[in-house]
């Protein structure tokens, strides 16, 4: 166990609607990373947050946008969701910013959009 | 060209067996290198972490790294079953710039080791 939670296990939308996705980071970790894992392949990162600021984003559209809060924990948020939205999204915590520093992943939130 | 290659499988090994998995990465400057175990239906847990040129060694597990050769690799010494998972090999970038702090994953390997 990490002591990264996430919150819905698992959720079922319909196409276009919106989706908030929550996660609680390892105590005495101040940033989240949000990543995107379809069947089969390994997670791609959506976007990093730190000191309630975004600090790096991957190829993820505008729909996609983030929230942390002043205790550390953080939302992803999702609209106008696309068939091809369903997958495992994940949130890691880690010390502090930066390359140097390990990524602890949460259980994850399987999403599936119909 | 894939910025992180893994060898999908599956390698199958027997019981007690050495297994050696291996990654291939493209971005020269990459500082930081990180393999995850994930079992089927859940996340990718940590299992070792290198940032030199060299080999790390933590119980069953090895990390093996090579700068020049833009290569990392991890070897389980007697596998067991519990091992059978999918390995994920992570990468991430210089300090610096907006992809601070990413992690560049594979498609991962999976491993079965038989009895």
């Known amino acids: 166990e990490t002591g990264v939670t996430q919150s819905p296990t698992h959720l079922i939308k319909t196409r276009g609607q919106q989706v908030t996705l929550r996660c609680s980071s390892q105590?005495?970790?101040?940033?989240v990373s949000w990543y995107q894992q379809a069947l089969g392949q390994g997670p791609q990162f959506i976007f990093q947050y730190y000191r309630e600021e975004e600090n790096g984003r991957g190829n993820f559209p505008p729909r996609f946008s983030g929230l942390q809060f002043p205790n550390y924990s953080s939302e992803l948020n999702v609209n106008a969701l696309e068939l091809d939205d369903s997958a495992l999204y994940l949130c890691a915590s880690s010390l502090v910013a930066g390359s140097s520093y390990e990524q602890y992943f949460g259980p994850g939130t399987r999403l599936t959009v119909t | 060209q894939k910025e992180v290659e893994q060898n999908s499988g599956p390698l199958s090994v027997p019981e007690g067996a050495i297994a050696s998995l291996n990654c291939t990465y493209s971005?020269?400057?990459?500082?930081?290198f990180f393999w995850y175990r994930q079992y089927s239906g859940k996340s990718p847990e940590l299992i070792m972490s290198i940032y030199s040129n060299g080999d790390k060694e933590d119980g069953r597990f090895t990390a093996q790294l090579n700068k020049a050769s833009q290569y990392v690799s991890l070897l389980i010494r007697d596998s067991q079953p519990s091992d059978s998972a999918t390995y994920l090999c992570a990468v991430a970038p210089n300090a610096g710039g907006t992809s601070y702090g990413k992690l560049t994953f594979g498609q991962g390997t999976i491993l079965t080791v038989h009895p």
């Open positions: 105590s005495g970790h101040n940033t």
């Open positions: 971005d020269r400057g990459s500082q930081s």
